[in-house]
């Protein structure tokens, strides 16, 4: 077994120093009593009480989770499908334009897809608001959780659908009782990505958002811009802490399925 050499173990520490060290310095001064955010005035959490009565930053998060499960239910929905087209039809005519304009969202800068949606919106008459920014977010993770699903559906052993459907079942039958609970992790990995990418987005909210549907990070950013408040370190602590949880609930979900079906 080679061993990690002393220069690719400093490599190793120096990037995840700098990927995790600004988080949990925010962690850390999301507990300070200081309202400099930069001078460490002692322990407290007086900033989690005071977030606790910001009601603009507590409806912005409010909103913003209404939103990520919806826009992720719909892209994982429709991800699923577009994943069961192209994984179980073949080369049918027009594959490849229908993979390009599915997966093109993953490649196409946000600005693009936040100002076609806008000029879609505005030619279309739709007033702009929770609706408008859930379909813009679903648009753009649904490239996302199709990728997803699509690669557990290609190692997927279809005699287990063909067996259904030799005993009678209907292709929705099959898709409902065989299919969907043998992917399901790769399901509920699609839609935790795109809950992610919809609680973080900035860039398409701020195109498609109109008058009372500010989001989260949209609070966040025009509160940054007149200067940083602890409340705004308690906030992010808050969401970092709900992700972690969200991650280590899916992983033990997903190693209690190992446990109970061994084979998969």
């Not at 007086?46 to 909103?63: F, I, Q, R, S, V």
């Not at 693009?112 to 279309?124: E, K, M, N, R």
Request: hydrophobic share 55%; aromatic share 10%; net charge positive.
């Amino acid at each position: 077994m080679n061993r990690l050499g002393p220069g690719l173990i400093l490599a190793l520490v120096a990037g995840f120093a700098f990927l995790y060290l600004p988080i949990l310095a925010l962690i850390a001064y999301s507990f300070n009593a200081s309202r400099l955010v930069t001078v460490w005035g002692g322990f407290s959490t007086h900033w989690y009480g005071a977030l606790m009565h910001n009601e603009p930053l507590l409806d912005a998060a409010w909103l913003s989770l209404r939103l990520a499960c919806v826009s992720a239910t719909l892209a994982t929905a429709l991800g699923t499908l577009a994943a069961l087209a192209l994984a179980r039809h073949g080369r049918f005519r027009g594959r490849t334009l229908f993979s390009g304009m599915v997966l093109a969202p993953l490649v196409m800068p946000e600005v693009i897809t936040g100002l076609s949606l806008l000029l879609l919106f505005v030619a279309a008459d739709i007033e702009r608001g929770f609706w408008t920014v859930t379909i813009a977010h679903a648009t753009f993770s649904l490239g996302f959780a199709c990728i997803v699903i699509q690669a557990r559906l290609v190692g997927f052993d279809r005699s287990l659908e063909e067996a259904a459907q030799d005993l009678g079942a209907t292709p929705l039958a099959t898709f409902w009782t065989v299919t969907l609970p043998l992917i399901w992790p790769a399901v509920a990995a699609a839609w935790m990505l795109a809950f992610t990418l919809s609680l973080d987005d900035l860039v398409i909210a701020s195109f498609t958002t109109g008058p009372g549907a500010t989001t989260l990070p949209m609070r966040l950013y025009s509160a940054v811009r007149l200067g940083v408040s602890p409340e705004i370190n308690a906030a992010c602590t808050l969401m970092i802490g709900a992700v972690a949880v969200a991650v280590i609930a899916a992983s033990l979900l997903l190693k209690r399925e190992r446990m109970v079906r061994p084979d998969k």
